[in-house]
């Protein structure tokens, strides 16, 4: 989550047009949220940059019964699914958990049990955002009584935000 860490505290213009969904959308934006795709895309620009040319995928389709949006596959069969979501409203670790989580944890249902879930959290932040370490957990999900439990690591990063660096 090495990622998020950067991020967390970055100004918009950390990379140009990259990173400026950290800050709020420009006037004249279709939308008063940025889209999903944006955190993703600069997701997968670090990774790209991070690893091994070829082991960072976009979109792989059948990947237990569904489509990660990034994955890590360090050699043939191995995948780490990464998926990215965004909410535009308040979150508890629960919220997250009980809307993205069965998801994510499918996509590890043919590799190793182990994945990223990535969040944007384009809520409203005019009271600041708490510490990073409040917004980085793991936990562990099994879809049924009988499946191997997978590791979900979790991250929530504070995106549309007039002010990066103000924390409560």
């Known amino acids: 989550m090495k990622f998020l860490y950067l991020r967390f505290d970055a ?3 950390l990379y140009g047009d990259s990173t400026a969904y950290l800050g709020p959308p420009p006037s004249g934006h279709p ?3 940025w889209p999903e795709k944006a955190l993703q895309d600069d997701y997968h620009r670090d990774l790209v940059a ?3 040319h070829g082991t960072i995928h976009r979109e792989q389709p059948d990947r237990g019964g569904g489509r990660s949006d990034l994955e890590y596959e360090p050699r043939p069969g191995m995948r780490f699914p990464i998926e990215v979501k965004r909410r535009t409203t308040p979150f508890t670790h629960s919220d997250v958990q009980t809307a993205y989580l069965a998801q994510t944890a499918t996509y590890t249902a043919t590799s190793v049990p182990f994945a990223l879930l990535l969040v944007g959290d384009h809520s409203r932040h005019s009271g600041g955002s708490s ?3 409040d917004r980085v957990w793991t936990t562990l ?3 049924s009584p009988t499946e191997l439990p997978r590791l979900i690591i ?4 504070p995106i549309g935000r007039a002010t990066p660096s103000h924390t409560r």
Not at 154 to 157: A, E, R, T, Y
């Open 141 to 143: 999900h099994a879809r």
């Open 31 to 33: 939308t008063r949220f």
């Open 154 to 157: 979790i991250g929530v990063l």
């Open 11 to 13: 100004t918009p213009n």
């Open 131 to 133: 510490h990073v370490k």
């Open 50 to 52: 991070a690893f091994p």
